[in-house]
């Protein structure tokens, strides 16, 4: 069995990315689109009000489009790819930053059972800590890959969302901008996972994950608190695996057959006295600790990782194990 992982390079996080690359038709003109897709707001109940703010007189973006089909396309090495987005400076703001705020975090860490580090994480991985949110309009962007024939059932969803977030009040339109694909605010959510999990933490009758540090760190930990974290246990190690070992493994232990793509992309959860018999050892050769915790395989290009089930959380914020790998990896480091 060949455990490979593919890199999915964007900054910002974008929607689901296990999404089959299909033959792209030329879509229809955007401005007969956008007009049937403004009947159909109404039909869903949406004001004129809502509907003018939002839908009306958009056009598309090119970018955006070609944004889209180049990411499908791009694989990296994990090094290049963690090298791209980690460095001591990094690392070193992110402890910072725990300090700063950590009367914030000691009280997320009590509402979500989420360790800070990893919120943190996370946080620094999706905008830089906040400081790179994107500024595309996300009504603008979600309607041209909505319009755009490749993903754009998904998309469609996500945009008659975006319009129920202002219908609600949440957030006014203007103030909506983000990824080229429409995730959005410091913790780059698409609108769907806003509706779910973003908080008003500071309490201010604003969910506000743009400007408001506590609503945008409280909305991650409720994220990854929803997807099953469990705070008594890590994510996972690294680990170094002969070519010995390797061969038995790929004979003996299966990949995971549900999930995402990465999901699918590993080893099903095993005991770690079985991997130890199965050879595996920590990084530095040494026997793995006496458990029958269960972990996965994931190998990358030139690093293999044992991970635990907190990481799936952190694939179903990203489903791309580069991605979840180097939160995870830069976890240990504000750690």
Not at 10 to 15: D, M
Not at 39 to 54: N, P
Not at 161 to 167: G, K, P, Q, R
Not at 236 to 246: D, I, K, L, N, S
Request: glycine share 6%; net charge positive.
């Amino acid at each position: 069995m060949r455990l490979l992982a593919l890199a999915l390079a964007a900054t910002l996080v974008a929607p689901p990315q296990d999404l089959p690359v299909e033959a792209v038709k030329a879509p229809r003109p955007f401005d007969q689109w956008l007009e049937e897709l403004i009947e159909e707001a109404r039909d869903r109940g949406y004001s004129d009000r809502i509907v003018g703010q939002t839908l009306a007189g958009l056009t598309p973006l090119e970018r955006v489009i070609r944004n889209d089909r180049a990411q499908a396309e791009l694989v990296v090495g994990f090094a290049r790819y963690y090298r791209a987005r980690i460095t001591r400076p990094f690392a070193r703001r992110g402890r910072e930053l725990a300090r700063e705020h950590g009367a914030l975090l000691a009280r997320l860490e009590q509402a979500y059972r989420v360790q800070r580090r990893f919120v943190l994480a996370i946080w620094g991985i999706e905008t830089r800590y906040g400081r790179v949110t994107g500024t595309t309009p996300v009504f603008q962007a979600l309607a041209t890959l909505a319009w755009e024939p490749r993903r754009a059932d998904y998309f469609r969803g996500e945009l008659f969302d975006a319009l129920t977030m202002v219908s609600r009040g949440r957030i006014d339109a203007g103030s909506m901008t983000g990824s080229w694909a429409g995730a959005m605010g410091q913790p780059q959510f698409m609108p769907s996972n806003y509706l779910k999990y973003a908080e008003d933490f500071d309490r201010d009758g604003r969910t506000d994950i743009w400007r408001s540090t506590p609503d945008a760190l409280a909305s991650i930990a409720h994220y990854l608190e929803e997807s099953g974290w469990d705070d008594a246990f890590t994510w996972g190690r690294e680990v170094r695996v002969a070519r010995a070992a390797r061969e038995r493994i790929d004979r003996e232990v299966s990949r995971r057959t549900e999930g995402c793509y990465a999901m699918r992309n590993m080893t099903e959860r095993i005991p770690l006295d079985r991997w130890q018999r199965l050879g595996v050892r920590r990084i530095d050769g040494t026997p793995l600790p006496r458990s029958d915790v269960k972990a996965g395989l994931v190998a990358t290009d030139t690093r293999t990782f044992l991970v635990y089930e907190n990481y799936d959380a952190i694939l179903k914020y990203n489903c791309a194990h580069y991605y979840a790998l180097t939160v995870a990896l830069l976890a240990d480091q504000i750690r």
